[in-house]
Each structure stands twice: as C-alpha cells, then as structure tokens.
C-alpha cells in the first residue's frame, strides 16, 4: 500500500432497490480496503448522508424518486467537495454519463459489468478526488 492509499475508503450506497443494496454489498464485501459507511434510498437521502457521514465516494444510481442522482450528486458536489461521486445505472446511454459528469461525478460505471469495474472506479475516483500535498 502506498503512503497516499487510504486504510479503507468509506464508501455511501445510493439505490432505490434495496435487492441492488444488497447486491453492491455482497460484490464489494471481499475488498478489504472498501468500507460501507451508509446506505441511502433516494437522492435526498443521499445528500443529507453524505454530510453527515462525509464519505469518501457516493456509489450513485442514476434514475430514483424524488431526487434523481444528477441532482443529488450537483447537491453533495456543492455541499461536500471532497466527496466523489460515481453514477451507476443499467442505462448505457452516454447522455447520461456526460449529465453526471456535468454535474460533478467522477466516473460512471454501469449496472451490469464485471464487479471489479466498480471497484476500480471507487478506487480511481477516490485517489482523483483527493487533493495533491502542495496544491
């Protein structure tokens, strides 16, 4: 591990299935460097976890009531810069990951793909986010 790697990176679970939860925690268990900090059911739920418990990566789904996962990664990029966010959705669209990107996510991975996909994009969108030492 290098001196820039994080003991564990705390992870934020945002789906409103409680089956794909429960799926995401299974797959991403084995990871030993991955926490799950939180679990949210909509993306209001979403923003106010993320202040509360300022993860270090929102693992977003994109299409949810209430406050869909654009919205509510715009919202947790206002209001907790330091947090990444990754959009996941069964859709293939690339409008949708270019209106994740517009809104501040730092990646997109999705539904559907090999398990370690996502884990590198948790990985990759934590060391992005994080601020370089001097900057």
């Given at each position: 591990m290098s001196e820039s790697?994080?003991?564990a990176i705390r992870v934020l679970?945002?789906?409103d299935h409680d089956i794909m939860r429960r799926i995401l925690r299974r797959l991403l268990s084995p990871y030993s460097d991955l926490t799950l900090v939180g679990e949210a059911e909509d993306g209001e739920?979403?923003?106010a976890l993320s202040k509360a418990l300022q993860p270090d990566v929102?693992?977003?789904d994109i299409k949810m009531p209430n406050v869909d996962g654009i919205e509510a990664t715009r919202?947790?990029?206002r209001e907790t810069p330091k947090t990444a966010v990754i959009g996941f959705s069964f859709s293939e669209d690339e409008e949708v990951a270019i209106s994740m990107e517009e809104a501040g996510a730092e990646g997109y991975v999705p539904k559907g793909g090999p398990p370690r996909n996502l884990?590198?994009?948790i990985r990759g969108a934590y060391l992005h986010r994080r601020p370089m030492i001097g900057h």
């Amino acid at each position: 591990m290098s001196e820039s790697a994080p003991l564990a990176i705390r992870v934020l679970i945002v789906d409103d299935h409680d089956i794909m939860r429960r799926i995401l925690r299974r797959l991403l268990s084995p990871y030993s460097d991955l926490t799950l900090v939180g679990e949210a059911e909509d993306g209001e739920q979403a923003v106010a976890l993320s202040k509360a418990l300022q993860p270090d990566v929102v693992l977003m789904d994109i299409k949810m009531p209430n406050v869909d996962g654009i919205e509510a990664t715009r919202r947790i990029k206002r209001e907790t810069p330091k947090t990444a966010v990754i959009g996941f959705s069964f859709s293939e669209d690339e409008e949708v990951a270019i209106s994740m990107e517009e809104a501040g996510a730092e990646g997109y991975v999705p539904k559907g793909g090999p398990p370690r996909n996502l884990y590198d994009a948790i990985r990759g969108a934590y060391l992005h986010r994080r601020p370089m030492i001097g900057h």
